[in-house]
């Protein structure tokens, strides 16, 4: 007992020591204005369940400047060929019986709010839903299609056309009612050290946002910008997909995307950031 | 069997100590619940290899340590305490119980675990994301362990 009292002293010691030499580079001071007409609000007073947290900051804060102006404009944006595209599939009859989203739908605006409060609650299905379970229900139960695999490039580009035409509006989805169980699940899983390197999301996100692991500059972990183009990847990244990444990185084995952890995961992520407003399709390096 | 026999004549012709004894991660004796007195394996610790793993393989150390001794390399992270001066501040027997095993120096810390083999939730196989099949080996084997400890054990000036 001596001996760890004598070295919980040390250890502190050390820990102030090197405070002084560490980059504390939390959120940037950059304001988010897109097309010079969409103002985004990137940082807003955390909801009340966030016990640990005073203020949360969309990802765009934690970006390089270089990464943060391709958001600024659709034009530099490269997400857009692909909610362009899009657009193109919204209005083609390609159901069995020459159906189209846009025949039911008429314009892809009619869906503004819909991605600020998903996932919700689909009462007629009794099942918690995200944008990828409603797509899907539209192609096999009206159209008389296949479902879309939820990481295909046809589903992201959609869920992109369906965040953009809500770009600016704040995220807002329910944390009770009938989504409790599931949004109690998410959070549990939030908070699991997974894998052989025993890492939560909490790890990473919440408790260490703002600081350098490796290369990389840690945000929040919120997923206001989603589906986000990636850089590195060029191309749009689902939520899962990047939970699933995250998840891997651990040197656990992961869920898998579409699985009912990550809807539940989903829900309880865009809960953290109730009160940040839509970006997607956002761009991340 | 093959090895084995090529190893007993190069033993023979140099007339080495047998094979390096190792304590398993579940053998190891630790002190006070927090530091490890007795090297891991009685083979010799590189220091070089040491200084190689704190940026290298599952060791990655830089990852989360500022180093000023490998301001070398690029890209240290700042999520854990700089580690000049380790070398002064811990004992040799500490620091090995620190990688073994920080979550008993430092109760909840996010620093992995590098010489233990049980007790994970949904451990995979390396980086795959797939569910590791087998034995669970440590992220670090004993040698590995002893090697960084040698380096650690160099950092003596803040």
């Known amino acids: ?3 760890k009292a004598f070295l919980a002293t040390a250890g502190a010691a050390a820990l102030l020591a090197s405070g002084a030499l560490a980059q504390q580079t939390g959120p940037d001071d950059d304001n988010l204005v897109v097309n010079g007409e969409i103002d985004i609000v990137t940082d807003a007073p955390a909801p009340e369940h966030l016990e640990y947290v005073r203020t949360i900051y969309s990802g765009w804060r934690f970006r390089s400047d270089e990464t943060q102006a391709l958001q600024m404009d659709d034009f530099d944006n490269p997400a857009f ?36 409060e998903l996932p919700h609650w689909n009462e007629e299905k009794g099942e918690v839903y995200t944008a990828e379970m409603y797509i899907n229900d539209c192609r096999t139960e009206r159209m008389g299609l296949e479902p879309w695999g939820w990481d295909s490039g046809d589903m992201k580009n959609m869920t992109a056309l369906i965040a953009s035409v809500s770009r600016g509006l704040p995220i807002n989805v329910a944390t009770d009612g009938p989504v409790k169980e599931a949004w109690e699940k998410g959070k549990e899983i939030y908070y699991t050290r997974f894998g052989q390197l025993e890492l939560a999301c909490a790890n990473c996100h919440e408790d ?19 589906p986000v183009y990636r850089l590195k ?18 040197r656990a084995e992961t869920f898998s995307v579409g699985s009912p952890e990550f809807v539940a ?17 956002a761009v991340r390096n | ?4 026999l090529l190893s007993t004549i190069a033993a023979g012709l140099v007339a080495a100590p047998a094979l390096a004894q190792e304590i398993a991660p579940t053998q190891v004796a630790w002190e006070e619940e927090v530091a490890i007195p007795t090297p891991l394996t009685d083979a010799a610790p590189d220091v070089e290899n040491g200084k190689v793993l704190m940026n290298k393989g599952a060791g990655n150390c830089i990852a989360c340590h500022q180093v000023t001794d490998l301001s070398d390399l690029a890209f240290h992270g700042d999520i854990g305490p700089s580690l000049d001066g380790v070398g002064a501040r811990w004992s040799e027997a500490e620091l090995r119980g620190i990688l073994a095993d920080a979550k008993r120096m430092f109760p909840g810390t996010m620093m992995p675990s590098f010489y233990r083999t049980e007790g994970f939730v949904r ?22 362990i002893e090697d960084l400890v040698s380096y650690l054990k160099t950092l003596k000036y803040q």
């Open chain 1, 1 to 3: 007992m001596k001996i």
């Open chain 1, 81 to 116: 060929i692909f909610v362009d595209q899009a657009r193109d599939v919204w209005n083609a009859e390609i159901g069995t019986n020459g159906e189209s989203c846009a025949a039911c739908h008429e314009e892809p605006e009619s869906m503004r709010g819909l991605r600020a």
């Open chain 1, 208 to 226: 260490n946002y703002g600081r350098m692991i490796r290369a990389d500059h840690l945000s929040q972990g919120q997923t206001n910008g989603f």
């Open chain 1, 233 to 250: 990847q060029a191309g749009l990244v689902s939520k899962h997909n990047r939970f699933r990444g995250c998840i891997r990185d651990t």
């Open chain 1, 265 to 281: 995961l989903e829900l309880y992520v865009a809960s953290r950031g109730n009160g940040l407003m839509v970006e997607g399709p």
């Open chain 2, 1 to 4: 069997m093959k090895r084995a």
């Open chain 2, 123 to 144: 451990v995979g196989e390396a980086y795959t994301g797939k569910a590791k099949e087998g034995e669970v080996t440590p992220l670090l084997t004993a040698q590995e």
